[in-house]
């Protein structure tokens, strides 16, 4: 008790002898809190600008890696014209996309042979290098027919910015064999076809647009990929014309073999509008 008295006697004789100072401490203190107060939020977004946080990516796309169940939707166009959207028991492409074909033109320079409706399917196995990730891909498919088609998803996005496309695929083709790793020009049976290209490539429509022959829809690359997936397909750098895009799988088998298939799994819809593209530079020797 002697101690704190006399540190309350000491006190009071410094608060008497510096009465200004303490006064202007008294004033300072409740003026430094509201100033704290009122730029706290403004400190707290400069530094989220300087050192941002690391943030979850968040997939544009649904069921980009075709690992959920699956659905009916198709669009397609025929000879007497379209689209139409009728649903088929053999088409259930993976949740969130829809199939889409061309239905009735000749393929391959001849009118023996049309473009036909396709199967579409979500596979799991057993063949298991038909999946590039996780236990499911897609496959696109006809029976001794030639076909234009693939899947498409309209993809909710912003305005201006740019974005790519991408999709890992593969193309099966075989003359007879249901063998999946034969080559396509296996001699178990006895056809006249002895060629074959099925070239895939994948597109995005700027506009939102679902008609995959219209002419807003950017395509990449035609790629042949026969039998294991390889690079992906990709498309250029596109910019949103408005607040939905549309991606597009494509698949143009230009042969009616008896197995014409494709395989598809991990789309992804990247948007590259801040990415820093720099030039490779190479050490001279
Ligand atoms: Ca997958």
Redesign the pocket.
């Known amino acids: 008790m002697k101690l704190l008295r006399r540190k309350w006697k000491k006190f009071k004789t410094w608060f008497v002898d510096h009465q200004g100072t303490a006064a202007l401490v008294l004033i300072s203190l409740p003026l430094l809190a509201l100033l704290v107060r009122l730029l706290w939020p403004v400190g707290i977004a400069l530094w989220e600008q300087v050192f941002p946080q690391p943030q979850a990516v968040v997939p544009l796309l649904v069921n980009g890696?075709?690992?959920g169940g699956t659905s009916r939707g198709t669009i397609y166009w025929t000879l007497t014209g379209g689209p139409y959207y009728t649903h088929f028991g053999e088409i259930a492409p993976p949740e969130g996309w829809t199939a889409w074909w061309i239905e009735g033109p000749p393929c391959s320079g001849t009118d023996d042979w049309c473009m036909g409706r396709p199967e579409v399917k979500v596979v799991s196995g057993p063949d298991q290098a038909r999946?590039?990730?996780?236990?499911?891909?897609a496959q696109f498919f006809t029976f001794w027919r030639c076909h234009m088609g693939g899947l498409l998803q309209q993809v909710a996005v912003e305005e201006g910015h740019y974005y790519t496309f991408s999709i890992y695929g593969h193309a099966w083709f075989s003359r007879c064999s249901s063998r999946p790793h034969d080559p396509p020009y296996d001699t178990n049976c006895v056809t006249p076809i002895d060629w074959a290209q099925d070239y895939l490539s994948v597109g995005i429509d700027p506009t939102g647009g679902i008609d995959p022959m219209g002419p807003s829809v950017i395509w990449g690359e035609r790629q042949e990929i026969y039998g294991v997936y390889g690079e992906a397909l990709e498309t250029g750098r596109v910019q949103a014309q408005g607040e939905t895009i549309t991606v597009f799988v494509r698949s143009e088998a230009s042969h009616p073999l008896k197995h014409v298939d494709s395989y598809f799994?991990?789309a992804v819809l990247r948007d590259v509008t801040y990415r820093v593209f720099l030039p490779m530079v190479t050490k001279e020797a």
């Open positions: 890696g075709f690992e999946i590039h990730s996780g236990k499911q891909a799994d991990d």
